[in-house]
C-alpha cells in the first residue's frame, strides 16, 4: 500500500509540475502574442491609386532611395579576413568543425539574410553525417553536444576536397570563376556606379576596409603618431577618397560603414572586440578615414549589424577572427560572457567615432548612426516562447539602448522572420523564404518600426532602412518583395513613424559571407564565366520605375504578385541554398549547390498575411477540440480581389 500511495503522490506532483509549466507558458505567450502577433489594419488604402507616394514630404525630410553594398562584398585585391577564411584548408581543422549542425536559434536570428553559420557540404542531404555538435548557446546559456548516428558519406568526384569530412569555411567558393576578385569594385567602381545612378537613387552606401587601411597592428615602442606612418596604406586612403569622389560625381551621397563584419587578420589574433585595445586601434582607423573624407560624407555608419558579427564570430566561431574555445561558447550569454564584453567595447567604439566625427567633421550636421539588424521571431510551438523572448532580449534593443544618447538616425537593417522551434529554426512548408532560409513577412517589418519608434521616440531620431532585400536568382519573389516591403515602410510612416529613405541590398550579385556565390541578391545577375559581364534583371527596373516616380501603383504590386501565383500554381522549382533534417530544421550554414524548392501559394503581401496558431501537439489538439465545424469549411480568401485582376487584363 505504501508502495502505490507514493507512486499516486508522485503521478498527482508529475500532473501538478506539468500543468503549471503549461500554464506557464500560455501565460507567456499570451504576453508574447499582444505585443507582437495581434492582427492589425493596415492604414494603406487598397483602393487608392498609386497605393503609395513617397514624394508627398518634400523639403528637408524628403524621401530617399538608396542601394547599399559593403567592401567584403565587391572589392578585388583586398586580403582581408574573409579571403583568409575562405583559402583555409578545411582539412587543417578539428573533425567537429566538419559536422553540420542544425541553425541556432539565436544565432539565426542574428545573421542577415547571406550571413550564415559554418557552411555544410553540398550534395544531398540524406547521405551527410548527422551532427555531433550542435551550438546553442545564446538560447540555453550553454553548449548541448548531440551524439549523431554513424555512417559515412559518399565520396564525390572531382572536388578539391579530398575527404568530405574536411568542409570548406565558406560555401559556393571554390567552385566559381575567380571568387577571389569579387565583383572588382575596387578597380572598376564605375561599373556598378553607374548601375546604381541608372535607377534614380540618391544615396549611396559603401564601406572602407579596415585592414586595407591599415594591413598591420601598430607597433609597440613607439610613438603612435611613427606607429601609424609605417603601417598605414595612405595610398588606400587615396583611392578610397577617389572612388568617394566618383560616387558624388554621379550625383548620389554617400552613407559610409567603417566595420562591416570585416575584422583585420591582425586583430583577430589576439582577440579582436573581446580586447580593449580594438577600441583605440579602431578610433586611429576612424581618425584616418575621418580626416581624408569627412567633407564628403552625408551619413556615417561606424558600426553595421554588431550583436550579428559578435554572436557569428565569438560565439559560434562561425566567421572569421574568433577562434571561441568550449569555454567561451559554453558561457557566451552569461553578463560576463564573451557576447556582451565584445558588445560593449563596439559601443565604447561608436561612442567615441561618434564625438570625432562631429567635431571634426567639415559638414553643418554629420549625421551619425548605426546599421542594426532585426528579424521578426515568433515561435513555433507554446515551449519554443522562452527561447524567442531571450533572442530578442538580447539582440533586437539592447545594443542601440547603449548607444542611444550618440544617435543621429537609427538604421535598420531587415530581411525577414524566422520560426524558432526548439532550439533550432523550422522551415515552415506554408511559408515562402529566400534562397538563403529567410521568411519572408513583410509585416515584420512594419511592425519592428512601430515597435521602435515606441521605444526611441523620446530620441526625436529618425529612422533609416539601411538594408532590405531577398536572395532570388529567379527574380520572381524579389519583385513583390521590393513592393510589399515598400508599403510597410509607407504604412508605418502613416503611423506617424519618422522615416527617412530606404536602401536595397545590392546592386550585384556579390560574395554573400560564409554563404559564398549562392544566394543571388542582385537586381543585377553577373555572370563570373564572362568576366563578370552584368545582366539587369526585372527587378532592376520596377525597383528603377519606384524610385523615379516615387510611387507603387496598383498595377505594378498587382503584375508582380499575379507573375509569383503563376510560377506557385505551376509548381515550378526555385534554388534552396538550406539543407533541411527529417524534422523541419534548417541546417546551419549554405550549399555549394542548391536544393530545389517549389514557390509556396500564400498571400504574404503586406497587410494579408494570416499569423498561423501554435504547431505543438498541445495547441493543434486544443483547435481542433475548440473550433466550430464549421470552420473547417472556411472559404479561403482570394490572393488577388476582382478589382486587380481587371486592372491587369486593361493593362
Known amino acids: 500500500m505504501a508502495v502505490v500511495a507514493l507512486f499516486v503522490t508522485a503521478t498527482k506532483l508529475a500532473g501538478l509540475l506539468a500543468t503549471l509549466t503549461v500554464a506557464a507558458n500560455v501565460f507567456s505567450f499570451s504576453r508574447y502574442r499582444k505585443k507582437n502577433l495581434r492582427p492589425f489594419r493596415s492604414p494603406i488604402d487598397e483602393s487608392s491609386d498609386p497605393l503609395a507616394d513617397f514624394n508627398l514630404n518634400e523639403g528637408e525630410d524628403g524621401f530617399f532611395f538608396g542601394l547599399a553594398t559593403a567592401p567584403a562584398h565587391v572589392e578585388d585585391g583586398l586580403n582581408d579576413a574573409w579571403l583568409e577564411f575562405a583559402q583555409e584548408n578545411p582539412c587543417d581543422k578539428p573533425e567537429s568543425q566538419g559536422d553540420r549542425q542544425t541553425t541556432d536559434a539565436i544565432m539565426g536570428s542574428a545573421t542577415g539574410d547571406g550571413g550564415s553559420q559554418p557552411a555544410a557540404p553540398s550534395g544531398n542531404p540524406k547521405k551527410r553525417k548527422p551532427p555531433k555538435i550542435a551550438i546553442e548557446a545564446m538560447i540555453r546559456g550553454y553548449a548541448k553536444y548531440i551524439k549523431g548516428d554513424t555512417g559515412e558519406e559518399e565520396e564525390e568526384e ?32 564605375d561599373t556598378e556606379l553607374k548601375l546604381a545612378k541608372d535607377t534614380g537613387i540618391s544615396v549611396f552606401r559603401m564601406g ?3 585592414s586595407r587601411v591599415m594591413p598591420e597592428e601598430p607597433l609597440n615602442g613607439l610613438t603612435k603618431t611613427v606607429s601609424l606612418v609605417l603601417i598605414v596604406n595612405y595610398a588606400a586612403l587615396e583611392r578610397y577618397k577617389w572612388i568617394i569622389s566618383r560616387v558624388r560625381s554621379y550625383g548620389m551621397k554617400v552613407m559610409l560603414t567603417l566595420f562591416h563584419h570585416s ?27 575621418v580626416d581624408s573624407v569627412s567633407d564628403m560624407i552625408d551619413y556615417w555608419v561606424p558600426f553595421n549589424e554588431p550583436h550579428v558579427f559578435c554572436m557569428l564570430t565569438y560565439c559560434a566561431g562561425a566567421w572569421p577572427g574568433g577562434h571561441p574555445d568550449m569555454l567561451e561558447v559554453a558561457t557566451s550569454a552569461l553578463p ?5 564584453q565584445a558588445m560593449h567595447w563596439m559601443a565604447i567604439a561608436h561612442l567615441k567615432a561618434y564625438d570625432y566625427i562631429h567635431e571634426k567633421s567639415t559638414s553643418s550636421k554629420p549625421l551619425v548612426g548605426v546599421a542594426h539588424h532585426v528579424s521578426f521571431m515568433r515561435p513555433y510551438g507554446l515551449f519554443d516562447v522562452p527561447a524567442v523572448t531571450l533572442a530578442n532580449s538580447m539582440t533586437v534593443f539592447p545594443y542601440v539602448d547603449s548607444i542611444s544618447d550618440k544617435l543621429d538616425f537609427i538604421g535598420i537593417n531587415y530581411y525577414g522572420q524566422e520560426v524558432v522551434c526548439g532550439a533550432g529554426l523550422k522551415l515552415v512548408e506554408t511559408d515562402e523564404y529566400s534562397e538563403s532560409g529567410r521568411g519572408i513577412y513583410p509585416d515584420g517589418l512594419y511592425r519592428m518600426l512601430l515597435q521602435f519608434n515606441d521605444r526611441y521616440k523620446h530620441l526625436n531620431v529618425p529612422f533609416i532602412i539601411t538594408e532590405n532585400g531577398v536572395s532570388d536568382e529567379t527574380d520572381v519573389i524579389r519583385r513583390p518583395y521590393l513592393l510589399e516591403h515598400l508599403l510597410a515602410v509607407h504604412a508605418a510612416k502613416i503611423m506617424g513613424v519618422r522615416v527617412l529613405g530606404y536602401l536595397f541590398w545590392t546592386i550585384s550579385d556579390n560574395w554573400e559571407w560564409a554563404d559564398g556565390y549562392g544566394p543571388k541578391f542582385g537586381l543585377v545577375a553577373v555572370d563570373r564565366a564572362k568576366d563578370l559581364a552584368r545582366i539587369p534583371r526585372p527587378s532592376y527596373h520596377l525597383f528603377t520605375k519606384v524610385v523615379t516616380t516615387g510611387k507603387i501603383t496598383r498595377y505594378d504590386r498587382a503584375r508582380a504578385w499575379h507573375q509569383l501565383q503563376i510560377a506557385a500554381r505551376a509548381k515550378k522549382m526555385r534554388s534552396f541554398y538550406r539543407a533541411v533534417n527529417k524534422d523541419g530544421l534548417m541546417y546551419a550554414g549554405g550549399l555549394d549547390e542548391p536544393i530545389q524548392r517549389p514557390y509556396v501559394e500564400r498571400d504574404w503581401r503586406f497587410g494579408h498575411y494570416e499569423m498561423e496558431g501554435l504547431q505543438d501537439p498541445i495547441c493543434r489538439l486544443w483547435r481542433f477540440m475548440t473550433r466550430p465545424a464549421t470552420l473547417k469549411f472556411r472559404k479561403r480568401k482570394p490572393q488577388m480581389d476582382e478589382e486587380d485582376e481587371a486592372l491587369l487584363a486593361l493593362q
Not at 572536388?159 to 571554390?174: I, L, S, T, Y
Not at 587578420?265 to 578615414?289: C, I, M, N, Q
Not at 560576463?336 to 556582451?340: A, I, L, N, Q, S
Open 158 to 189: 572531382e572536388k578539391p576536397v579530398p575527404n568530405e569530412e574536411c568542409h570548406h569555411n565558406v560555401a559556393a567558393w571554390h567552385n566559381v570563376e575567380h571568387p577571389e576578385e569579387r565583383i572588382k569594385f575596387w578597380s572598376d567602381p
Open 208 to 210: 572602407i576596409d579596415w
Open 263 to 289: 575584422l583585420p587578420p591582425w586583430a583577430g589574433e589576439y582577440g579582436g572586440w573581446k580586447v580593449e585595445k580594438t577600441v583605440d586601434y579602431f578610433l586611429d582607423f576612424t581618425r584616418l578615414v
Open 336 to 340: 560576463t560572457g564573451v557576447f556582451k
